[in-house]
């Protein structure tokens, strides 16, 4: 689970752990290669998760959409032959992680409709991450599954690929939700649990493991590699 790859914003920002240095994005991409590890989005990931296939993959996702993915990750996915799936507020396109402004964080631009389609031209994944990036519990269910509903068909009209992939926004969610993204057509989703995803995991509820500015190669390795972040997991 990585969110944005730029520059390290300046000391005493809020949430600067959530980027990651392009030149880390990198090497951690090139390492995985050379172990002969491919990097694969939910979509090509699915068969993996259930069980059908075996092989050494990982799953690669980046939360929100933002325009510094597109050019610093983008470039190194696409040398190293890897896949990953951005998931993206429908009504957010071209805009910033307004949802953040009341913590501080300061405001990043987001993927256009352009480079979004540029980036599923590309062989990436476009998932949804609803249509505002809204707290799902707080939210009526008629509101929750308009967000959910709404923002796939939406995205799926931007772009030549059906949106199976979703992932709840702050990583809130209830079972509910969960039964609203299957309604909607979704095929899997993704939380901000942590920990590496197992075949006998619900596809509407995978953990994932945070990948953070300050995570240097051999964390990368433990967490992607060992059960380091399963120690967390009930
Ligand atoms: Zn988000």
């Known amino acids: 689970m990585y969110h944005q790859v730029d520059l390290p914003a300046a000391r005493g920002t809020q949430y600067r752990s959530l980027t990651v240095h392009p030149k880390s994005f990198a090497r951690q991409m090139r390492w995985m290669h050379r172990l002969g590890f491919k990097g694969l989005s939910m979509r090509e990931l699915a068969p993996y998760l259930s069980g059908e296939r075996e092989g050494k993959v990982f799953g690669i996702t980046f939360d929100d959409g933002f325009r510094n993915v597109y050019q610093h990750a983008l470039p190194v996915l696409s040398e190293a032959g890897f896949t990953a799936t951005n998931y993206f507020v429908a009504h957010q396109l071209d805009g910033s992680n307004v949802w ?135």
């Open 100 to 234: 953040d402004a009341d913590k501080n964080m300061p405001q990043t631009p987001l993927m256009s409709l352009a480079e979004m389609r540029r980036w599923a031209a590309a062989g990436q994944e476009v998932g949804s991450h609803t249509l505002n990036h809204v707290h799902l519990p707080s939210l009526t269910d008629e509101q929750a599954r308009a967000e959910i509903a709404r923002s796939r068909q939406e995205l799926g009209s931007h772009v030549q690929q059906e949106i199976t992939a979703f992932c709840y926004p702050f990583g809130e969610y209830s079972a509910q939700h969960c039964q609203m993204a299957k309604e909607a057509g979704y095929l899997n989703a993704t939380t901000t649990e942590r920990g590496l995803a197992r075949t006998d995991d619900d596809i509407f509820e995978l953990p994932r493991v945070g990948i953070w500015r300050s995570t240097n190669l051999l964390k990368f390795f433990q967490k992607c590699l060992t059960q380091y972040e399963d120690r967390k997991r009930g």
